[in-house]
Nanobody, 121 residues
Framework: QVQLVESGGGLVQPGGSLRLSCAAS????????MGWFRQAPGNQRDLVAFIISGGSTNYADSLKGRFTISRDNAKNTVYLQMNSLKPEDTAVYYC???????????????WGQGTQVTVSS
């Protein structure tokens, strides 16, 4: 069993900052990549940022420069620093991780339960 537990969401004013965290635990042999998606009401779930084990990152084009993803491999934790937040950043943010639970097993994608981020004055 693998669990992804997110924290750090909440209500913030426009222009403010939030830092999301996501810790993976359970039967983990290796983690290939970790990242964040978000889903606003009525919209599909879209990529925010992703980071692979070597440190390479991928961001949604519209978020480059405001959001920064980082990872602590020793803690199996991924972070998302969100700055200059806008009302349109309001969404449920989901953590995801590509995890191999045992040697020789395939990599599967796991999801957290989501954390609400609301940007409003």
């Amino acid at each position: 069993q693998v669990q992804l537990v997110e924290s750090g969401g909440g209500l913030v004013q426009p222009g403010g900052s939030l830092r999301l965290s996501c810790a993976a635990s359970g039967s983990i042999f290796s983690i290939n990549g970790m990242g964040w998606f978000r889903q606003a009401p009525g919209n599909q779930r879209d990529l925010v940022a992703f980071i692979i084990s070597g440190g390479s990152t991928n961001y949604a084009d519209s978020l480059k420069g405001r959001f920064t993803i980082s990872r602590d491999n020793a803690k199996n934790t991924v972070y998302l620093q969100m700055n200059s937040l806008k009302p349109e950043d309001t969404a449920v943010y989901y953590c995801t991780a590509d995890i191999k639970t045992r040697w020789g097993r395939p990599v599967n994608r796991y999801w957290g339960q989501g954390t609400q981020v609301t940007v409003s004055s």
